[in-house]
């Protein structure tokens, strides 16, 4: 069903990214015990996480174009952009990992976006919008930063009174 999709989309993704950061953490409080600096331990985390990235990208991928519902992308994009901003205080910014999530929120955005000017598209070609029924209407999408609002023009005129 398309909601058990949706939420083994959304918890695969979520559950490589929380299963990630948790290493992340116990790896820089296990080398912060026997390395000296912490930009040795950054250092050895950098090149630690690095070997992960390769496998992460192809999951997360996978999820991101085999999904094509608006809100599934969009929860998707939220939680990339949550453990970037998790996982970010524990590795340089410029490490591979860092660059990777960055290049995946990124690309999950994109794909946010085409099917939902791919969906705004279809709503106002049908003419049609959900309890209003037929009418002559258009919409217009204005997506400014990550807020994506749909404003509704109705072509209906009131009949005026005589």
Known sequence: TPWSHRRVAITAGGDMLAWLHQTIASERDLLSSFLPTKETVLTVLCEVTEGVSRTLKIRVEQIINNTDDCITLLQICNIIQFYLSTIKPFLSEAAPLITLISELNTQCRKQFKRH??????????????????????????????SCYIITIHSGLKKKSRK
Do not use: F, T
């Open 116 to 145: 939902y000017a791919l969906s705004v598209s279809r709503l106002s070609d049908r003419n049609e919008l959900p309890g209003l029924g037929k009418c002559s209407c258009y919409i217009s999408c204005y997506i400014y930063s």
